[in-house]
């Protein structure tokens, strides 16, 4: 079975603070995604990588960087924590073929709460 | 704007007896529709994927169809069990580019003895 790891389940910052949130897989995907989900609305896109050392933007990346230095790992970089940034985050990875019927596999995610 | 449509937003049922969720669409263009499972506190588990072509699929007691033409899906879940208590994600994926996953917010049901 794919397995995604994020590595906390939990986090508590403070406002301003610089955030690293990790995500560990072990299928060899090419594809990994963030996302984080908030009550009442659907997962929204930040970043997704496609390859190590590539990124790309999704629908909500202000605020956030990301790293992709191995192939298995991808990091999500919250650079000045905002309380706004409170939020559950989902790690996700895939094969490349996404349109062939791949499903991505997700992370337990990461409850982060900036105060 | 591509959207997906979920509901209800809640439901409670009772052990044992069957239940069929919603999802309206507008995605274009189309690529795939999937039904994921979302545990309390876990991360969304796939359950089915339908491409454009495929009208009905099952997942042991989970079936999802499609009809493609009135932009519309369904999971029914036959015999509930306590264990099928989670929220149901429908996702559409959006051909070309990255293919684009558009989520929708998601049914919460509770099944109770």
């Known amino acids: 079975d794919v397995k995604v790891t994020q590595s906390s389940r939990y986090l508590v910052k403070r406002t301003g603070e610089k955030v690293f949130l990790e995500c560990v897989q072990d299928m060899d995907h090419e594809n990994m995604f963030w996302y984080r989900q908030d009550p009442g609305l659907g997962l929204r896109l930040i970043y997704f990588s496609y390859d190590v050392k590539m990124k790309e933007k999704g629908d909500i990346p202000e605020g956030y960087s990301v790293s992709r230095e191995k192939k298995e790992r991808f990091s999500l970089i919250l650079e000045s924590a905002s309380t706004n940034q409170t939020s559950m985050y989902l790690c996700?990875?895939?094969?490349?073929?996404?349109?062939?019927?791949?499903?991505?596999?997700f992370g337990d995610g990461t409850r982060l709460s900036i105060l | 704007k591509n959207q997906v449509e979920q509901s209800p937003q809640s439901l409670i049922i009772l052990e044992g007896k069957n239940c069929t969720l919603q999802?309206?669409?507008?995605?274009?263009?189309?690529?795939?529709l999937r039904w994921y499972k979302q545990d309390t506190g876990r991360g969304p588990v796939s359950l089915t994927i339908?491409?454009?072509?495929?009208n009905t699929k099952s997942n042991g007691r989970y079936t999802a169809t499609l009809d493609a033409d009135t932009k519309q899906s369904s999971l029914h879940i036959t015999a509930s069990q306590l264990s099928d208590s989670a929220s149901y994600i429908c996702v559409v994926s959006l051909s070309g580019g990255y293919n684009k996953l558009i989520f929708g917010a998601g049914t919460r049901l509770a099944v109770h003895p």
């Open positions: 996700a990875s895939s094969l490349l073929g996404q349109a062939l019927n791949q499903p991505q596999h």
């Open positions: 999802c309206n669409y507008t995605v274009s263009p189309f690529s795939n």
């Open positions: 339908m491409t454009f072509s495929e």
